[in-house]
Nanobody, 128 residues
Framework: QLQLAESGGGLVQPGGSLRLSCAAS????????IAWFRQAPGKEREGVSC????????SYADSVKDRFTVSMDTAQSTVHLQMNNLKPEDTAVYYC?????????????????????WGRGTQVTVSS
């Protein structure tokens, strides 16, 4: 059974950093795109970043470019999202998702329902 489990969320001050992890089980990362989505209270769910092809393909939302970095450890079946220079507007529940295929800008900017599998989410709060 395909499962995704996020970890690493928490409370951080503006300008700080967090590293989210997504542990995948029940499938191999080789043939899937892993994407991070987030949802803030009262807002629509939005794509943050995706990765596929053992890390060879990545994409980022404009709002997180140059601050967030996604990486993949295929041996450990884990995907990380390194978040630097965090801002209050980054506060949200972050979800790890998976779908067969390749990472592309459409995965990040398109509708969230293209992703087939979802983790339970991890809360990230950026506040002083």
């Amino acid at each position: 059974q395909l499962q995704l489990a996020e970890s690493g969320g928490g409370l951080v001050q503006p300008g700080g950093s967090l590293r989210l992890s997504c542990a995948a089980s029940g499938f191999t990362l080789d043939y899937f795109t892993i994407a991070w989505f987030r949802q803030a209270p009262g807002k629509e769910r939005e794509g943050v970043s995706c990765i596929s092809n053992s890390g060879g393909l990545t994409s980022y939302a404009d709002s997180v470019k140059d601050r967030f970095t996604v990486s993949m450890d295929t041996a450990q079946s884990t995907v990380h999202l390194q978040m630097n220079n965090l801002k209050p507007e980054d506060t949200a529940v972050y979800y790890c998702t998976a779908a067969p295929g390749y990472c592309s800008d459409y995965v990040v900017t398109g509708p969230y329902y293209v992703m087939d599998y979802w983790g339970r989410g991890t809360q990230v709060t950026v506040s002083s």
